[in-house]
């Protein structure tokens, strides 16, 4: 068997213009999934597909556009529940899960805003002037796994934030990364647990359970699924200082 | 509705609105269905049904794909079929100047448009029926009445030298985070 047919290469720029279907389609997905060189090859044509549009001659969208999506946007959130169950409801949860869409939409957007300044910006100090602008930035360095690193992005609410991570190893399904605040005289208490893909990627929201400043660490350990209650493992990424 | 994601949102649109206008009124022909595409691919991203991945490519790449997939799911829509067997005249261009952003400079248009112009004229097509017609392999290659491993071929030569082409513009970015 050659190496073309090892890996689907044929079949990888197909797939990504969306042209690909039946068994062969399902053969790239599940190569790409284990296999780091094809799946790097269909990032690079995943670029090509996006620059694609770039190429056209520009057309402005219509003027009145604009307000009408935010019209729709705007009466389209909050989303509301079923009536029936809202009649089974508590006061208390009929308010409280309007605000829980609304600060999902919140981070939501939050999260793209705060991508759209990350793409268009080289990396360096700038980078990190800008993720502190939504909220503050955390730089998690691999004291465990040297080759990994990680940033805790945290929403301007305190409570809230996303964690990327790279360089971490895809663990068994009975094991999990799990993110921890450690505070001087106080209980470690967990921001949430999270699994990496198979490149070793992952893009998590999280809580973040007590005041940043409160913690003296913030660290990442690897432990039994579906989580523990205080840190068992070494630290694998860690950050003791942050602005 | 809080100021500032009414903000965010308008930061986005601001930004592509018009680069997903555009790959729409290509795809679909029709300036109304194009409106049509803009409004649902903003909602959709405001409603948090279409989730960005930072793996699988950046902000734009994002959007454009969720354009493009309801674009071609209109395009392969009975009513829109039906317009086309008659013979509708579909107006594309509207005519009014174009405003410039980030993603619509000259440079970055011109270097596009130069890597496609510079593949033979049987690798583009292969490529332009795929992405804005949304034929597959297959569809192309009875389409062009030509063998479905030519069509593999074209298309994976074409996507290889657009890559080499255009590197500058799709370069994978190392921040983590990042797409």
């Known amino acids: 068997m050659t190496e073309e047919h090892e890996h689907p290469i044929e079949n990888l720029a197909a797939y990504v213009l969306g042209a690909l279907e039946g068994p062969e389609r399902i053969h790239v997905v599940s190569h790409v999934a284990t296999c780091t060189t094809c799946a790097s090859l269909l990032e690079q044509y995943r670029g090509v597909v996006g620059a694609l549009p770039l190429g056209l001659d520009p057309v402005p969208p219509p003027a009145e556009a604009w307000a009408a999506i935010r019209a729709e946007a705007a009466r389209r959130r909050p989303q509301s529940p079923e009536p029936a169950r809202i009649k089974r409801l508590p006061t208390w949860r009929r308010v409280m899960w309007p605000a829980v869409a609304a600060l999902a939409a919140s981070l939501l957007v939050w999260n793209v805003v705060l991508q759209l300044e990350l793409t268009r910006r080289p990396p360096g100090p700038e980078v990190e002037a800008l993720a502190r602008r939504p909220g503050r930035l955390v730089i998690l360095m691999g004291t465990g796994a040297p080759a990994a690193s990680g940033r805790l992005l945290v929403a301007i609410d305190g409570h809230h934030g996303h964690l990327a991570t790279a360089g971490l190893r895809p663990l068994p399904a009975e094991r999990t990364y799990q993110l921890w605040f450690v505070r001087p005289g106080a209980p470690t208490v967990t921001g949430g647990t999270f699994k990496v893909d198979s490149r070793g990627r992952a893009w998590a929201t999280i809580t973040v359970p007590v005041p940043l400043d409160e913690a003296r660490v913030v660290a990442i350990t690897e432990e039994p699924a579906p989580g523990s209650t205080a840190p068992t493992g070494s630290y694998l990424l860690e950050a003791k200082s942050w602005r | ?179």
């Open chain 2, 1 to 179: 509705m809080q100021r500032g994601e009414e903000a965010a949102l308008e930061l986005l649109y601001a930004r592509y609105g018009g680069l997903v206008f555009t790959l729409a009124l290509r795809i679909v022909g029709d300036p109304e269905l194009a409106r049509e595409v803009l409004q649902d691919t903003f909602l959709r991203c405001w409603e948090g049904s279409e989730s960005f991945d930072p793996g699988r490519g950046r902000v734009p790449w994002w959007l454009m794909g969720i354009a493009r997939n309801r674009a071609i799911d209109l395009l392969r829509s009975r009513p829109h079929q039906a317009r086309l067997r008659e013979g509708e005249q579909l107006a594309v261009g509207i005519g009014e100047p174009t405003q410039p952003d980030a993603t619509d400079s000259f440079p970055t248009r011109h270097a596009v448009v130069s890597a496609l112009q510079g593949l033979p004229i049987a690798q583009r097509q292969a490529i332009e029926l795929a992405y804005y017609r949304g034929l597959t392999q297959t569809e192309i290659a009875h389409e062009l009445d030509t063998p479905l491993g030519t069509i593999k071929s074209r298309t994976r030569e074409a996507m290889d030298r657009l890559r080499t082409l255009l590197w500058p513009l799709i370069e994978p970015q190392q921040e983590i985070g990042r797409p």
